[in-house]
């Protein structure tokens, strides 16, 4: 390593566990041996395998799916058994209500009650959303989509605003699987875009590189913290891991919607608009509405002209008559959406850098809302500062060791499953269990998986899928090969625990939809239990296997 000494450097770069992991992991492998001996399978301390579940994205589905295939394995004797549990997406918020609990695995059938009646119950008032979302505002350097999302949309699935920190929970979980959180980094999809977050560190599976998870999202250069940030809060976790719910335009609409029902309550009141001399703050307000209104307009393909000039008229008033440059959108063809989306967006970031020239002493929530406008058009989720930032080190990519910030986001829009996480060679995973949530084909992560391994000279097992299967998959699908983990895959719906109607309860249960009664959660806590409940002995008898 040619950069600073390891002593002076906070930043790890190391193809190793860390120490505090090697520990957990020490300790956990005799609890698997007893656990293994309890439910009559044979094995000595050296023989022990490490096993990794993977809860895949999905949204609630996932989050729901994962909760009810732990509660099975739990009742089979199998749950200990497990060294890792690594998610994406809406398994992570399954995961993340778990570990509030400490050693959960111990009283998972009472911690399993406490989740569904939350999520099941009355949503975050708007008035503690909206102070969360401020408090996000104000508390950090990097505010982006990430947070709004963390707000507006994680909270109305878990139903709870979770302040706690990974950090929180390093002394409460010897009881548990090690649990690690897997995200993207957006810039670096052709090099080593597989981060993940652990209560011990963050960083990049393969190249190498972590930071103390507390430290995550502080500013660094060459090695060591420069400017302190507060630590990731577990609803903006989920938030980070769990925000590819939907295509873009699905995503961009929904966000819309929000941001107009949200800041609903904080806009000018009647009276008010009716003033005919309104201070800067009501007519900035009302300018920062009429752009909301304006982007929904455009993505409804409807014409914003009227709204646009509403604008331009309180921007003069504003001003003074000061020069606009803002881009004209009087010629663009609104039907054409991809015409249209580029236009809108630069007119966005022109409007909002104007009122920021105007220097208005504005308030915090107005000027919240102006940075949220602004993010929406440049798309900007889960910025963070680089902790790689002038490191000086030939094992690091270049492009991560120049840039003062890296862009975040839910790994399902490259992998829908954490299988980089448990792969890294000093992990030594024998075996993967991996759940799969998926929407659409239930064999495209693992085919993806595969191809990616193959590409990068990871060991892993071929997958072939009998052709009948494609349309109607199994329950329990077994891939082995020399010198790789086994892999097991798990499709959620399947023909054994669906029957015919699978094609019902894929359709019952979408990605993007709204949250979940308390009979649909009950019903597919069910459904997902079947797969590990029917397939108990097989599992047994794969973990007998990769022992010899």
């Known amino acids: ?18 120490k505090n992991e090697e520990e957990f992991v020490a300790k956990r492998r005799k609890d698997v041996l007893e656990t293994l001996l309890k439910i009559g399978i044979r094995c000595n301390q050296d023989k022990v395998p490490n096993i990794a579940l993977l809860g895949s994205g999905g949204g609630q589905r996932a989050m729901v799916g994962l909760l009810g295939c732990l509660d099975q394995l739990d009742k089979a004797g199998l749950l200990d058994c497990v060294l890792y549990l690594s998610g994406v997406s809406g398994s992570t918020w399954c995961m993340a209500s778990l570990y509030k609990e400490p050693d959960w695995s111990t009283k998972l059938q009472a911690v399993k009650e406490r989740i ?6 009355p949503a975050v008032r708007w008035s503690d959303a909206h102070n969360k979302l401020l408090k996000y505002f104000s508390g950090k350097d990097h505010f982006s989509l990430t947070d709004v999302w963390a707000v507006m949309a994680v909270t109305t699935f878990v139903k709870e605003i979770d302040e706690s920190t990974l950090s929180d929970q390093q002394e409460q979980h010897k009881k548990d699987p090690l649990p690690i959180y897997t995200v993207i980094d957006k810039q670096c999809k052709d090099g080593d875009p597989w981060f993940e977050i652990t209560p011990y560190e963050a960083g990049y599976s393969l190249t190498g590189a972590f930071v103390d998870t507390p430290s995550f999202g502080s500013q660094f250069t060459n090695g060591r913290k420069v400017k302190p940030q507060p630590e990731v809060d577990m609803l903006y976790l989920q938030s980070l891991c769990g925000s590819a719910l939907g295509d873009r335009e699905m995503i961009h609409s929904f966000i819309l919607g929000k941001i107009q029902e949200f800041f ?14 309104p201070p800067p703050e009501d007519q900035c307000s009302q300018v920062l509405t009429d752009l909301t209104d304006m982007n929904i307009c455009v993505l409804k393909g409807q014409d914003p002209t009227p709204l646009d000039e509403s604008i331009r008229t309180k921007l003069k008033e504003l001003s003074g008559d000061e020069q606009q440059l803002i881009s004209q959108v009087k010629k663009v063809n609104f039907r054409d959406k991809r015409e249209a ?32 406008s602004k993010c929406m058009a440049l798309w900007i989720w889960g910025r963070n500062y680089d902790f790689l930032h002038n490191m000086k080190d030939e094992e690091v990519p270049t492009a991560l060791l120049k840039s003062d910030t890296r862009d975040y986001e839910d790994a399902g829009l490259l992998l829908n499953s954490p299988y980089f996480s ?13 759940l799969d949530f998926s929407e659409g084909d239930p064999f495209l992560t693992v085919r993806d998986a595969a191809e990616t391994c193959r590409k990068l000279n990871i060991p892993f097992p071929e997958v072939n899928i009998p ?10 699908y077994v891939f082995k ?3 790789t983990p086994t892999v097991i895959h798990m499709p959620l719906f399947n023909v054994v625990n669906c029957g015919d109607q699978l094609e019902d309860w894929r359709r019952n249960y979408a990605t993007f939809q709204k949250a979940l009664s308390a009979e649909m959660i009950t019903d597919l ?3 997902a239990g079947k797969n590990i409940s029917n397939t108990a002995e097989r599992l047994m008898e794969e973990i007998r296997a990769v022992i010899g």
């Open 1 to 18: 390593m040619s950069g600073p000494n390891f002593q002076e450097s906070e930043v790890r770069i190391a193809h190793s566990l860390n």
């Open 116 to 121: 569904v009646r939350r999520i099941s119950g």
């Open 264 to 277: 609903m309550e904080s806009t000018p009141a009647e009276e008010t608009k009716k003033n005919p001399n």
């Open 341 to 372: 989306e580029p236009e809108i967006n630069q007119y966005t970031e022109d409007v909002c850098d104007f009122m920021c020239r105007l220097k208005l002493q504005l308030p915090l929530g107005t000027q919240m809302r102006m940075t949220i």
């Open 422 to 434: 448990v792969l890294r060679k000093e992990r030594n995973i024998d075996l993967i269990i991996s």
């Open 467 to 476: 052709d009948q299967d494609i349309e109607k998959p199994k329950d329990f």
């Open 481 to 483: 090969g020399q010198n």
């Open 525 to 527: 806590m069910n459904i």
